[in-house]
């Protein structure tokens, strides 16, 4: 039972340098997330994909970009890498819409922004 | 904007007492939930109350809602070195797939 998988676990990147974050999901779900998460802050949305083909930002987008590549995948890419999205980036899943489901996470992504 | 704001930020307790932690948010919400972070891991489901709910329970865990002040409370009794983890607490706003928002946790320490 692997549920949500992200890729890479750690990264370190140099300032301006792009990458993109991996996540994918074994469950079936149809919506999506990507959160970031600073120390004393929580955690932060970024992006949402409420269904495979539909991505919306969240409250901190900028700086990123998304992709639903298909129902179990969804991306996250920093395009121009700067020290503030120095972060742990934790990717999530729930099985659609209706309000009342919890989410289920991957173990993150530790980046490092030199 | 942090939508709760978790009370504690740190608590340290022996092992087999109670455990008290208290949320707060500012907005109407349709549901809210706790999450459970051990030390380099992602965030684990614990409980959902909805907001027409006044108290819920799975195991040892107990769960208060206050809609009135804003508030929900996380109960783990008779805690166990196990349970030595951040704990949040996120509210969904519904309408919909858009999103958790996050308090800033508890960090809980229980000492052997």
């Known amino acids: 039972n692997a549920g949500v998988t992200q890729t890479p676990k750690f990264q370190v990147l140099k300032t301006g340098q792009s990458m993109t974050l991996q996540c994918a999901q074994d469950?079936?779900?149809?919506?999506m997330y990507w959160y970031r998460q600073d120390p004393g802050m929580g955690l932060r949305l970024i992006y949402y994909?409420?269904?495979?083909?539909?991505?919306d930002k969240g409250e901190v987008p900028n700086g990123y970009n998304v992709s639903r590549l298909n129902k179990r995948e969804f991306s996250l890419r920093l395009e121009s890498a700067a020290p503030s999205q120095t972060s742990v980036y934790f990717c999530?899943?729930?099985?659609?819409?209706?309000?009342?489901?919890?989410?289920?996470f991957g173990d993150g992504t530790r980046l490092s922004i030199l | 904007s942090q939508q709760g704001e978790e009370d504690p930020q740190a608590l340290s307790i022996q092992e087999g007492e109670n455990a008290t932690m208290n949320c707060s948010y500012k907005?109407?919400?349709?549901?809210l939930q706790w999450y459970r972070q051990n030390s380099g891991r992602g965030l684990v489901h614990l409980i959902l109350?909805?907001?027409?709910?006044r108290e819920k329970h799975s195991g040892r865990l107990r769960v208060t809602l206050d809609t009135s002040k804003k508030s929900s409370s996380l109960l783990i009794t008779a805690s166990r070195a196990a349970d030595t983890a951040s704990y949040f607490c996120?509210?969904?706003?519904?309408?919909?797939?858009?999103?958790?928002?996050f308090g800033k946790g508890t960090h809980l320490i229980i000492q052997p």
């Open positions: 999530a899943s729930k099985m659609d819409r209706a309000w009342n489901q919890p989410q289920h």
């Open positions: 469950m079936n779900h149809n919506s």
């Open positions: 994909s409420a269904s495979e083909g539909t991505t």
């Open positions: 907005t109407s919400i349709n549901n």
């Open positions: 109350i909805r907001s027409n709910e």
């Open positions: 996120a509210t969904d706003k519904g309408g919909g797939a858009d999103g958790l928002t």
